[in-house]
């Protein structure tokens, strides 16, 4: 069992629908990451979060410390959007980290 | 554009051969990192440099060998590869080593083993 859990695996939403993509972790962490990664293999950093919440554009991004919760909110998808989403959870620097297998999403126009 | 390159972006090689994979950043980064990505697997950090020194390996067999000559470029020297070691590789910079610094990904190589 992975320390760090993603779902869904595969999401399918409609254009303009709000979407939500969660991950649980089971390892104490002092940092979280979401990233984004397109066809083809490039990844973007999104967010880092260790407490509260971040938003950039449409994107939220809400960690709970107490749950060892996070997730990732889009709104108003837009087929642009479509990719995999990682999160990967951080104790002590980028040595220790373990990352999600990844949720696919596909925003259908 | 990253700012992080990779070159080649695709290769084949046969178990026998020798080959190299090249990262490069110019954004004055300090650390480097090296990550593998199978399919159906979550991503694996394999090498990290800080100011030109590995600070981790993560029992990555000794058919992988990464090299850092200098803080913007890195490689990834490979030998004797298994077919299993067929596989998206990732180099990533930061600006430190902090887990509070955002990477940057290079577009990745991916390799096949024949």
């Known amino acids: 069992k992975n320390e760090v859990e993603q779902s869904p695996q595969n999401l399918t939403a409609q254009e303009g629908e709000f979407i939500t993509i969660n991950c649980s972790y089971s390892v104490g962490i002092s940092a979280l990451h979401w990233l984004q990664q397109h066809p083809g293999g490039g990844i973007v950093s999104l967010f880092m979060?260790?407490?509260g919440k971040k938003k950039h554009g449409r994107l939220i991004a809400t960690i709970n410390i107490q749950e060892k919760h996070s997730s990732l909110h889009i709104t108003a998808s837009h087929p642009r959007d479509s990719a995999v989403y990682i999160c990967s959870g951080h104790s002590g620097g980028y040595q220790k980290v373990t990352f999600g297998i990844g949720t696919k999403l596909q925003v259908i126009p | 554009e990253t700012g992080v390159t990779q070159t080649p972006r695709h290769l084949v090689m046969g178990m026998t051969n020798k080959k190299s994979l090249k990262c490069e950043q110019h954004l004055g980064h300090n650390a480097m990192y090296w990550y593998k990505q199978s399919a159906k697997k979550p991503l694996e950090l394999m090498f990290v440099?800080?100011?030109?020194?590995?600070?981790e390996n993560n029992s990555v067999p000794s058919r992988f060998s990464p090299e850092c000559p200098n803080s913007s470029h890195l490689f990834l020297h490979l030998h004797t590869l298994q077919p299993e070691d067929s596989a998206l590789y990732l180099c990533?910079?930061?600006?430190?080593?902090?887990?509070?610094?955002?990477?940057?990904f290079g577009p990745g190589t991916r390799l096949t083993v024949l």
């Open positions: 440099y800080s100011l030109e020194e590995r600070v």
């Open positions: 979060l260790s407490s």
């Open positions: 990533a910079s930061s600006p430190g080593q902090a887990e509070r610094d955002t990477q940057y």
